[in-house]
């Protein structure tokens, strides 16, 4: 499975953004989804999931009810919608898969990630 990130940009503070996962093969609605980003000088943190089959998503605290996942498996793609962006949420933003059903949040469990993509909101 190879995965590519794409969307980011510069963005105000308040603004909105959109991302796209897209991944080869034809066995990616075999795979639980995943969004990580990391800021500069931070480890990778974890920002939320989905499921498979769509059905399930859950979101870092940080991002809840600010964020929004949803995937296409007709289309391989996995998409991260963001609204009322925050400095803090400036970082590169790292799609990953995990075959089956996804236990834990931890970046270690997931087996594919794809190369990031820069976001940066200014104040």
């Known amino acids: 499975v190879q995965l590519q990130a794409s969307g980011g940009g510069l963005v105000q503070v308040g603004g909105s953004l959109n991302l796209s996962c897209a991944s080869s093969?034809?066995?990616?609605?075999?795979?639980?989804m995943a969004w990580f980003r990391r800021a500069p000088g931070m480890q990778r943190e974890f920002v939320g999931l989905?499921?498979?089959?769509?059905?399930?998503?859950y979101y870092a605290d940080s991002v809840k009810g600010r964020f929004t996942i949803s995937r296409d498996n007709a289309k391989n793609t996995m998409y991260l919608q963001m609204h009322s962006l925050r400095p803090e949420d400036t970082g590169v933003y790292s799609c990953?898969?995990?075959?089956?059903?996804?236990?834990?949040?931890?970046?270690?469990?997931?087996?594919?990630w794809g190369q990031g993509t820069q976001v940066t909101v200014s104040s």
């Open positions: 990953a898969a995990k075959k089956g059903v996804i236990s834990s949040t931890e970046d270690s469990r997931f087996d594919y």
């Open positions: 093969g034809s066995t990616f609605s075999s795979y639980g």
């Open positions: 989905i499921s498979w089959s769509g059905t399930v998503t």
